[in-house]
């Protein structure tokens, strides 16, 4: 299986991915920790996949994608975006709107404390 298979898969199979630099528990860059700490505080479950440990995927995904940098997010096989988006998606209350709509469970109270935090 070639890498864009094996993103295919990976995003078909899972509601919510995040390739990232490192783990969920162990990310290696400040971009792939912040999209995973938002998400792990919002108690969001999603497979993590660290591109580190597989240069094909590492370059796999940007051309999946067409998108230069790493962290990516995808909902139920939507390319979401990165880190910057991610973080303005988190505050504006957008992050929110994208997980109910596609019936992805989060923690709504831990959403609006990272905005009030963040007011």
Do not use: H
């Not at 991915?17 to 162990?26: A, I, N, Q, S, W």
């Not at 497979?47 to 909902?75: C, F």
């Not at 709107?97 to 609006?112: C, D, P, W």
């Amino acid at each position: 299986m070639n890498a864009q298979d094996q993103i295919a898969q990976q995003i078909s199979e899972n509601d919510v991915v995040l390739f990232m630099k490192g783990t969920k528990d162990m990310p290696q860059c400040g971009f792939s920790s912040r999209v995973a700490g938002v998400l792990n505080f919002m108690g969001v479950t999603y497979k993590d996949v660290n591109v580190l440990a597989d240069q094909d995927i590492r370059q796999g995904i940007k051309d999946y994608s067409d998108w230069p940098t790493i962290p990516q997010l995808y909902v139920k096989g939507e390319f979401v975006g990165g880190c910057d988006i991610i973080t303005e998606m988190t505050l504006s209350g957008e992050l929110d709107q994208l997980f109910e709509t596609k019936g992805v469970s989060f923690n709504k109270e831990a959403a609006e404390q990272i905005r009030a935090a963040n007011a």
